[in-house]
């Protein structure tokens, strides 16, 4: 079957950094995506990666490897209103997201 | 204009009623997707059309009924609803169905459903 595994819940200082780790075991592979959904909002959508490597983006950086099933989430200088949930999702060879469960990320003072 | 839309935001709604959820997308996208968001749990694929047709229907129980009119909108009817089907029930569009690169799917605020 496909599985997207990530941690349910995480704890970080604000200024701090934080990484996210997500595994994946899917069918084909089409691309890895990192959404943030707030509280009671939509999902909105952070990055993509299909090629191994890290891809930056202001503060988020977004890492993949492709042989290890492994990509990862990588939050800078955390503010107050990056506690959201962060959702992996890979793309599989029918062009199907598969979702993970999602990680709560609860950034204190 | 926001581009995906949802309404209403919250409803309950006892096991013998009928309800409708609606969507609307503002990016002149051509595939939709309804999604169930249950707490702690990865989100679950329900519907999907593509320039109004339905192309997955992913084993979900006949008291949910999609509806596609038209590219822009979706429906989602339900009747005789079970409490286990209280969730966050979220739409999203995308350009393409099968888009490759960045193509990637945009999501409404979602409908919170309590069933009673």
């Known amino acids: 079957g496909q599985n997207i595994d990530q941690p349910t819940e995480m704890t970080a200082t604000e200024g701090a950094i934080v990484q996210i780790n997500c595994t994946y075991q899917?069918?084909?592979?089409?691309?890895l995506f990192w959404y943030q959904q707030h509280a009671g909002e939509a999902p909105t959508f952070l990055s993509y990666?299909?090629l191994d490597g890290l891809e930056e983006k202001g503060r988020f950086s977004s890492f993949l490897s492709r042989s290890k099933g492994y990509s990862y989430l990588l939050l800078k200088e955390l503010q107050m209103k990056d506690s959201a949930s962060y959702l992996c999702?890979?793309?599989?060879?029918?062009?199907?997201?598969?979702w993970g469960a999602g990680t709560k990320l609860i950034i204190k003072p | 204009e926001t581009g995906v839309t949802q309404t209403p935001r919250h409803l309950v709604m006892g096991m013998t009623n009928k309800k409708s959820l609606k969507c609307e997308q503002h990016?002149?996208?051509?595939?939709m997707y309804w999604y169930k968001q249950s707490a702690k749990k990865p989100l679950e694929l329900m519907f999907v059309?593509?320039?109004?047709?339905?192309?997955e229907n992913n084993s979900v129980p006949s008291r949910f009924s999609p509806e596609c009119p038209n590219s822009s909108h979706l429906f989602l009817h339900l009747h005789t609803l079970q409490p286990e089907d209280s969730a966050l029930y979220l739409c999203?569009?995308?350009?393409?169905?099968?888009?490759?690169?960045?193509?990637?799917?945009?999501f409404g605020p979602g409908t919170r459903l309590t069933v009673l």
């Open positions: 999203a569009s995308s350009q393409d169905l099968a888009g490759g690169g960045t193509d990637t799917q945009y």
């Open positions: 990016l002149g996208h051509n595939a």
């Open positions: 059309y593509n320039f109004k047709e339905q192309t």
């Open positions: 899917t069918s084909g592979f089409n691309g």
């Open positions: 990666n299909v």
């Open positions: 999702a890979v793309r599989d060879s029918n062009y199907q997201l598969i």
